[in-house]
Antibody, heavy 121, light 107 residues
Framework: EVQLVESGGGLVQPGGSLRLSCAASGFTFNNYWLHWLRQVPGKGLVWVAR????????SYADSVKGRFTMSRDNAKNTGDLQMNSLRAEDTAVYYC??????????????WGQGILVTVSS | DIQMTQSPSSLSASVGDRVTITCRANGDIHNYLAWLQQKPGKAPESLIY???SLQSGVPSRFSGSRSGTDFTLTISSLQPEDFATYYC?????????FGQGTRLEIK
């Protein structure tokens, strides 16, 4: 069974940092790209960042570029999102998701359950 | 960025009804369109990809179609577990973008 499990969320002050992790199981991790998306409660879905199979290529949404850093460890089947200089508008539920580059690099076929990040003083 | 516009934003229907949700792209995304279902407090789940291909395990009452830049999700006979919010997503052009969602409620 494919599983993606996020951890590391919580409450942080504006300007602070937080590191999210995504633990994958049930599939060959290094065959898939990994993505982070977010959703303000009650609002729509927004793509945040992605990393390719081997970690050599990473892209970010303009809203987080220069503040967020995505990485992965294929030996541990995990992906991380380091979030710095956090702002109130970064408050959201963050999801990790996977895509199969052999099918389509931005088609997200499985998602994690999400983790809440709250940026507030 | 490609903008995806869904309609309606909300919809009330009864068990057994046939329901249609539409998504329009403001550019050519070919068939690179997915439909997702999200229940309250849960992660989105993929239903359809490539405009009309059913994700493994998704019931056959769900179907998708395309006409130009207009895409349609149809549920042929609503079941109680289908009441949720539905999103379309284009994955042809970077960055991937989503519709604003259609909330399907019980009448």
């Amino acid at each position: 069974e494919v599983q993606l499990v996020e951890s590391g969320g919580g409450l942080v002050q504006p300007g602070g940092s937080l590191r999210l992790s995504c633990a994958a199981s049930g599939f060959t991790f290094n065959n898939y790209w990994l993505h982070w998306l977010r959703q303000v409660p009650g609002k729509g879905l927004v793509w945040v960042a992605r990393i390719n199979n081997d970690g050599s290529s990473i892209s970010y949404a303009d809203s987080v570029k220069g503040r967020f850093t995505m990485s992965r460890d294929n030996a541990k089947n995990t992906g991380d999102l380091q979030m710095n200089s956090l702002r109130a508008e970064d408050t959201a539920v963050y999801y990790c998701a996977r895509s199969n580059p052999a099918l389509a690099v931005y088609y997200l076929d499985y998602w994690g359950q999400g983790i809440l990040v709250t940026v507030s003083s | 960025d490609i903008q995806m516009t869904q309609s309606p934003s909300s919809l009330s229907a009864s068990v057994g009804d046939r329901v249609t949700i539409t998504c329009r792209a403001n550019g050519d995304i070919h068939n690179y369109l997915a439909w997702l279902q999200q229940k309250p407090g849960k992660a989105p789940e993929s239903l359809i990809y490539a405009a009309s291909s059913l994700q493994s395990g998704v019931p056959s009452r769900f179907s998708g179609s395309r006409s130009g830049t207009d895409f349609t999700l149809t549920i042929s006979s609503l079941q109680p577990e289908d009441f949720a919010t539905y999103y379309c997503q284009q994955y042809n052009l970077f960055p991937p973008t989503f519709g604003q969602g259609t909330r399907l409620e019980i009448k």
